[in-house]
């Protein structure tokens, strides 16, 4: 399987700064037929079920903020939110799709400092 | 509107079973992969399996292997996941999620994703 670890676990981070959410697989997950990196990010807000965010790696989900940009590649990736509002307390999770058992990073928490 | 409702979860002894039900709604279910997610209460996600648009490809995690089996009804636009042989640590809310839409592929991000609904394994 693919581990998939997040860092940090939890982050806070003041209003209208910039945050930033690592996640890293134990194998790479870039497809090097078609150049493409097999992962998603999403956030979840309490009580309810995930919003994808971000896939292959980079791409902006329609009607997600531009404030969120996802990068990487290969094994190592990043969630970028570039100035933080209220709304974006969640907690975060990065997924890998590259092979199953698809496998999701533990989670990290946004907080407002 | 694009829609998934899950049903079916409850309070369940150990050794029993439950089915799960997801109805779709809003897009034309027959032609996407759909999966189902678990998040154990104030855990993360772990995926459980998933199923293509005409049942000829199925997956397990290794967790519910030989216990779940994951199906659909294209006509009734609901997807299922039998439970047996539940045992405590299937505890867990329970997701269905549809894979983005993409021809000619197998691997996605999940797009769409209900509400969940709560699987509680204990005597």
């Known amino acids: 399987d693919i581990a998939m670890t997040q860092s940090p676990d939890s982050l806070a981070v003041s209003l209208g700064e910039g945050a930033t959410i690592n996640c890293k697989s134990s194998q790479s997950i870039l497809f090097n037929s078609n150049n493409k990196n097999y992962l998603a990010w999403y956030q979840q807000k309490p009580g309810q079920p995930p919003k994808l965010l971000i896939y292959?790696?980079?791409i902006r989900e329609s009607g997600v903020p531009d404030r969120f940009s996802g990068s990487g590649s290969g094994t190592d990736f990043t969630l970028s939110i570039s100035s933080l509002q209220a709304e974006d307390v969640a907690v975060y999770y990065c997924q890998q799709y590259y092979d199953t058992p698809y496998t999701f990073g533990q989670g990290t928490k946004l907080e407002i400092k | 509107e694009v829609q998934l409702v899950e049903s079916g979860g409850g309070l369940v002894q150990p050794g029993g079973s439950l089915r799960l039900s997801c109805a779709a709604s809003g897009f034309t279910f027959s032609t996407f992969w759909m999966h189902w997610v678990r998040q154990a209460p104030g855990k993360g996600l772990v995926w459980v399996s998933r199923i293509n648009s005409d049942e000829s490809s199925i997956t397990y995690a290794d967790s519910v292997k030989g216990r779940f089996t994951i199906s659909r009804d294209n006509a009734k636009n609901t997807l299922y996941l039998q439970m047996n042989s539940l045992r405590v640590e299937d505890t867990a809310v329970y997701y269905c999620?549809?894979?983005?839409?993409?021809?000619?592929?197998?691997?996605?991000?999940?797009?769409?994703w209900g509400q969940g609904t709560m699987v509680t394994v204990s005597s």
């Open positions: 999620a549809r894979r983005r839409p993409r021809v000619g592929a197998t691997n996605d991000a999940f797009d769409i």
């Open positions: 292959w790696a980079s």
